[in-house]
């Protein structure tokens, strides 16, 4: 191994720390599972389709990148257990199938190859099992942190990630620091946060997508794609009006809730914070921009994350959030608190649910790269 | 998708159905897991490697395999969850690196690319999260039964398969029909059965070891070669005298006797043989000269397979049987039976261990084949 990609490996195997600080979905088909409980972000899948068949055939020069090869990669990253990564591969292939199509090129089309990377907890059985049995693909799975270095030097043409970029590779080290003005007491989320906490996660969510966006630099052939489908904090909204920013205020006040009447420890609460950012387009923009490795294509403001209408809207929502965070909270916390927890979650954020609905736009970035 | 392409991949996907006939081994860390006892396996990769690292010394031409891509893909087929994988895989990285450095290579060393394959049934959960922390290459894992496609055309470059090519795409149809001389009644493997049995599964064997050889010289570059580690039965040893031959004849009398005494249903043990074939060194050198892809190497019949010295090893044999071959039986039979079954497979083999030793001799074959 030349020094450099020793270096890269190790600078790989070292982010080994925060995958173990990294947690998956819900693994398995059961009630509380992912697969079960992830409509919500199917629903943003569907409407991704269209965004993606359209950059694919406007943006992706297939001349350019395919050139040394027939085999055609695309990497899903996060992709948890299934079924919705599923559907998007299948719509990132057919729409390569029919730019080959329609430029002519039907005798080269290539064989694909797609790579779903998730952290090594995630339940690749599940994904494995669950695998559509008639699909025109090779199929890898690729356990790791998409914040650290997952495939060889140029070796994908499209990178689709989605709601897989708001987690962090960790909290930041000032929000748990009792001595720093960003301390987080009592709170789990920066949301409603000092502007302190909210520049600490800020901060770190700078450092980790500028690092995540070097090391694709590394293995996206140029002229390749990246796909990103995000929860996001729209431009000119304040963080703690957006539907991520409510329903994770609502987790730790019930938290709180519970601290107060015995259930959990104060200190326990004020030790945990959610490791997830929600980015707004503008600052997206600026660290795609002073990265400098790939040009925007499409940035694109899209909602509803969440359609959170009625009374059993809010049930399915507070059986997404638990599928998402049940296992991170469960090993701070503690088996016992979980159900506790999301039933005293569901009472409060029904209400609320209630009272206002403006915090359901625009809660989706969706944000096509090239690598230049 | 060419035609040529979407017909193979369709008949990737038709094997579907024998990989649903396929069964993993024991996952997990428990008691009876493959990752605890998988020492005999381990011991035989132990002995592979110095073969592994001659034959890369002697006989891979890395100029030729690797001129279009700095990535270099090993695969290995049948890789159950480890550890041995783990070890197999940076022995073949390490004589490939070592053949680099003696080329006066050393600035070039490319970056390796590893993909752990077996049927999506197996633990790759356990496999991903037992990974060496430290490790010099992209790990990725490959759901999907050897007996069909799993890579893109020409995109490998050394294949290793231990202990993996003696499962058989599926059980042959004449030893379950009972209006054929090939009928296995009464007998759950071929070795001490009629010669019609054993003709039945060489020729299951012969039309899969061709296949394979067809599947994989589709993805193996020119130059590419094969690692194989396989039980087999010596040239001019009767088949009944095999070390697997006296283990699986002495798990099916003991489910006779279990059939004798009521346990099981004797119509049951009638339908039920493994899908295992050990070949000769002369039956493979035949297979691999007739299919004509792979030029042989090195075909280098070796022992000890199993080192039945006492009781105590026994034991342990029994363990790694049951680790094996479980999960079939669990499958046919259910899971009640399984501990009165090897605990009474325990006793007939002890027993049979003190009387002779000589079937120990010559089990297993190393086998370098490469791609013409």
Redesign the interface.
């Known amino acids: ?2 020094n450099n ?2 270096s890269e ?1 190790k600078s ?2 070292n982010n ?1 720390a925060s995958v173990t600080k990294s947690y998956p979905m819900n693994g398995g088909d059961g009630t509380y599972s992912y697969m079960k409980n992830s409509s919500f972000q199917r629903e943003a899948s569907i409407i991704a389709k269209g965004m993606i068949e359209e950059v694919i055939a406007k943006k992706l020069d297939i001349e350019k990148i395919t050139s ?4 055609f990669r695309i990497a899903d990253l996060g992709c948890s257990v299934g079924p919705n990564t599923f559907i998007s591969m299948q719509c990132v292939i057919e729409a390569v ?1 029919q730019k080959y199509i329609f430029k002519g090129l039907k ?7 797609v ?1 779903f990377n998730d952290i ?2 995630n ?3 599940t994904l ?2 669950s ?1 559509p ?12 942190s998409f914040h650290g ?5 140029s ?1 994908l043409h499209i990178v689709h990630a989605s709601f897989a970029l708001h987690w962090l590779s960790k909290v930041p080290e000032e929000v748990l620091d009792k001595d720093s003005p960003a301390w987080n007491k009592g709170r789990i989320y920066y949301a409603s946060a000092s502007d302190e906490v909210a520049n600490a996660y800020a901060s770190q969510f700078a450092k980790d997508m500028d690092n995540f966006l070097n090391v694709r630099a590394k293995e996206i052939v140029i002229g390749g794609m990246m796909v990103l489908v995000m929860t996001a904090t729209p431009d000119g909204v304040h963080r703690s009006k957006t539907g991520g920013g409510i329903l994770y205020d609502t987790l730790g006040s019930s938290l709180m809730d519970m601290a107060k009447v015995g259930l959990v420890n104060e200190a326990q609460v004020d030790s945990f914070n959610l490791p997830v950012y929600a980015a707004s387009p503008k600052e997206m923009t600026e660290l795609v921009e002073k990265n400098g490795n790939f040009s925007i294509e499409r940035m694109q403001p899209t909602d509803p994350l969440l359609r959170i209408d009625d009374a059993i809207d809010m049930q399915m929502c507070t059986m997404h959030i638990r599928a998402a965070v049940e296992e991170i909270i469960r090993k701070h916390f503690g088996s016992e608190i979980i159900d506790e927890l999301f039933d005293r979650f569901y009472q409060k954020a029904a209400v609320y649910s209630q009272m206002d609905s403006s915090y359901k736009k625009k809660n989706l970035l969706f944000l096509a790269l090239k690598r230049k």
């Open positions: 191994m030349s990609t020793t490996t790989s195997n080994t040394a090869s027939n085999t199938e005798s080269q089309l290539p064989e694909f190859q790579f090594g907890t339940d690749f059985n494995f099992t695998l049995a008639r699909r025109n693909y090779f199929a890898n799975g690729v356990p790791g270095r997952l495939f060889p030097d070796s």
